[in-house]
């Protein structure tokens, strides 16, 4: 139920019809009876200013931000946490007296999920794409001890990170499978994989029996690469979850009740297609 008091929050993207974010937190609303609303606000980049401004003179309690505006966003902000010092680039804005709070929840996430499918972080890890949520990702790994090593397909991108990132090595595409062996994680960040995209071309035969491939990717939840990791009996981490758990934060921060990423939350973002369920 939606009254006069309603806490008003969305999505900015352009475009954002594709987000799942309105679903998954109107099903947190629902379940926890909280007079809210979360609606997806297609913003063009020209825009977005007047859009933040509109929305706060409206009364939103905050927003997540997707593509495009990560970076732009980050710089209307009036308070940056670290995590989003770390990134360059905000997903969630909580709107407060005193200005706009930014902070970067992917990395949480990434962990979170991790963590959901009972892989540490801290172990050497291996991260395929250097793009916004590379950087993230290879942040939040970092600040666990990780020693991490990037390869992208246009070096320079992963060159440019490791200037950012000081410690984070650089592997040429060429060698993304000769460093296997030595490596507890790898990570797809690219967009390989993706529905309407092509499949990843990575030969896992080197990988140590204990190695945790985890996909970004979500749509399919099983992309080939963890197919292929499944087969192996590799330890296998779907993407889904860190989009579910990089939303409690913000949730949280806006609505006052933390929620949890259960069974239920991945059917509700998922519809009829199965989840890959942590055990
Ligand atoms: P962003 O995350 O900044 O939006 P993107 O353009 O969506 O970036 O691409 C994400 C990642 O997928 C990038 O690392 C990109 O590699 P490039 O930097 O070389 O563009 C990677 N990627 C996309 N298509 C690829 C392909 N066919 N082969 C290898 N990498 C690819």
Not at 38 to 67: D, S
Not at 162 to 172: F, I, M, S
Not at 242 to 265: I, N, S, T, Y
Request: charged share 15%; proline share 6%; glycine share 10%.
């Amino acid at each position: 139920m939606i009254t006069g008091r309603a806490k008003l929050a969305g999505v900015i993207g352009w475009p954002v019809s594709h987000s799942r974010s309105p679903l998954l937190h109107n099903f947190w609303l629902a379940r926890h009876g909280i007079d809210g609303a979360y609606v997806p606000l297609a913003v063009p980049p020209e825009r977005f200013a007047e859009a933040l401004c509109g929305l706060r003179a409206a009364g939103f309690v905050g927003a997540n931000i997707t593509i495009p505006h990560k970076e732009i966003a980050y710089r209307h902000c009036d308070t940056l946490d670290a995590s989003a010092l770390r990134v360059g680039a905000v997903n969630t804005l909580v709107f407060s007296e005193s200005g706009i709070v930014g902070s970067n929840t992917d990395g949480y996430g990434f962990l979170a999920n991790l963590a959901a499918y009972g892989v540490k972080p801290g172990g050497p890890s291996l991260i395929l794409g250097a793009g916004g949520a590379a950087r993230a990702i290879i942040a939040s790994l970092m600040a666990e001890g990780a020693k991490v090593t990037v390869t992208n397909r246009t070096r320079g991108r992963a060159e440019a990170l490791a200037e950012a990132l000081p410690g984070l090595a650089v592997l040429d595409w060429q060698e993304r499978e000769a460093a296997l062996a030595d490596q507890a994680l790898l990570v797809n960040t690219t967009s390989l994989g993706m529905r309407g995209h092509a499949a990843l071309q990575f030969d896992l035969s080197q990988a140590a029996p204990t190695l945790a491939v985890a996909d970004i990717v979500y749509a399919p939840l099983e992309t080939p690469l963890l197919a292929d990791a499944q087969a192996r009996g590799l330890v296998v981490v779907p993407g889904l979850g860190m989009l579910l758990h990089q939303a409690v934060p913000g949730f949280a921060a806006w609505f006052g009740v933390r929620p949890v990423v259960d069974a239920e939350v991945f059917a509700a973002v998922t519809g009829p297609e199965q989840a890959t369920l942590p055990a």
